[in-house]
């Protein structure tokens, strides 16, 4: 498993575990600090990179998790999520209006889809982060900081659930290897 995959999740999972075990906001907080930062740390130093949804997640869990710790006051890391599915469905709905495809230009090298296929993709990546966004904004305004943790660790799992259940629109869609144009290599001069 590639170190950027570990950050996506291990900082919230150990967040979660932490504040479910404990039911102590502010350390559970704590770690989800110092989880982020070593997250980033790791990644930068192994793959020299850091992607733009990662680096983004990662600097407002920071930033969200540093207000919490300040004022004592679980709302911003609680709205974190809401804010990270919010600006990724309005990314998404952007690259589509200017006519780009950011799903496209992040995985178009591991997929060969038709344009059509990649646009409808994107549409139901936008829509579920809404979706996700929505469910957050409801459960951590009206459930404990338990129950909202919960739902932390099922949208998570959701998000996997709703990757898989794209396989068979990618599979319909996926070009076959032989309709894949592989272009000539460049002429070495000989």
């Given at each position: ?36 930062a ?7 130093v ?5 992607s733009?949804?990662?680096l ?57 889809l038709?344009d ?16 996700c ?6 459960i ?28 068979p ?22």
């Open positions: 498993m590639k170190p950027s995959t570990l950050a996506e999740f291990l900082p919230a999972l150990t967040f979660i575990g932490t504040l479910l075990f404990t039911r102590n906001f502010q350390l559970a907080t704590w770690v989800l600090v110092a989880g982020s070593i997250a980033l740390a790791v990644v930068w192994t793959e020299r990179r850091i733009p949804v990662l983004f997640s990662g600097v407002l869990a920071l930033i969200a998790g540093g207000l919490t710790l300040i004022f004592h006051d679980a709302r911003f890391v609680k709205m974190k999520m809401t804010i990270v599915d919010v600006a990724l469905a309005v990314a998404l709905f952007a690259g589509l209006a200017l006519k780009k495809n950011p799903l496209k230009a992040m995985m178009g090298e591991t997929l060969v038709p059509f296929a990649w646009r409808n993709l994107t549409v139901r990546y936008a829509l579920f982060f809404l979706a966004a929505g469910v957050n904004e409801y951590w305004r009206t459930q404990s900081d338990e129950t909202w943790g919960v739902w932390r660790l099922v949208a998570l799992g959701a998000a996997l659930v709703f990757s898989i259940a794209m396989t629109y990618l599979m319909k869609h996926m070009a076959k290897p032989e309709e894949v144009k592989v272009p000539d290599p460049p002429d070495a001069g000989f």
